[in-house]
């Protein structure tokens, strides 16, 4: 298996960093976010920083558009791309399997901490 | 979005952490490996210690079975769980993704760069 950083695993890295993953997520409804609803959204756990940073790497690899309202005051939305798109579908359904299985893990959990 | 610690996102984290995403990869070939193998599958650069908290952590979560095999001197294989080989499906399903689209990606990031 290839380890080593090679671009397909820089991207895996990107989709699954801990806001990547919340952030493809949010925006799979299909719909345009500003900053500040996407950080409410996450419920404001992670810091403008991060959020800035995570936002930038996504629109760098071509999973984000960052649409730049020429209205004043200026404001900026973010939203999938189709190739965004396809990456959080993997992230929706990965989601959807542990909703899904959440208790036979949490059952698996308690078992072991049992034995 | 349910953003604070719930059950199902301790899992989520455990499946997309950096080493939990290699390791299930490795295992979904359906087979039992020992502990130095995967550690070699994974270019030794992963360390020991990591490599032992990231499997503990999805053996704990029903995702790997340790098996201790009682002969002398005894050793240890890891191989999936049917709950890990589902969860395991999707990080498939995911990187294959990754490989037929990195070339999209690459490109919108060279884009990107250069803007």
Redesign the interface.
């Known amino acids: ?1 290839q ?2 950083m090679c ?2 695993r820089a ?3 990107h ?2 960093s ?1 806001w990547g ?2 952030v493809l ?2 925006l799979s409804d299909g719909g345009s976010w500003r900053f500040s609803a996407l950080r409410r ?3 404001d ?1 992670v810091s403008e920083k991060m959020l800035t940073q995570t936002l930038r790497t996504l ?5 984000v558009l960052r649409d730049v309202k020429p209205i004043i005051p200026p404001h900026v939305e973010y939203a999938l791309t189709p ?1 965004g798109q ?2 959080a579908r ?2 929706v ?3 959807q ?3 899904a ?2 208790p ?6 308690r ?3 049992a034995s």
Do not use: C
């Not at 629109?59 to 999973?63: H, I, L, M, S």
């Open positions: 298996m380890v080593t671009p397909e991207i895996m890295e989709i699954t801990k993953v919340l997520q949010v959204e996450l419920e756990v629109e760098r690899d071509g999973f190739l396809g990456a993997h992230l359904a990965l989601a399997w542990i909703e299985n959440q036979e893990v949490s059952q698996a959990q078992r072991y901490d």
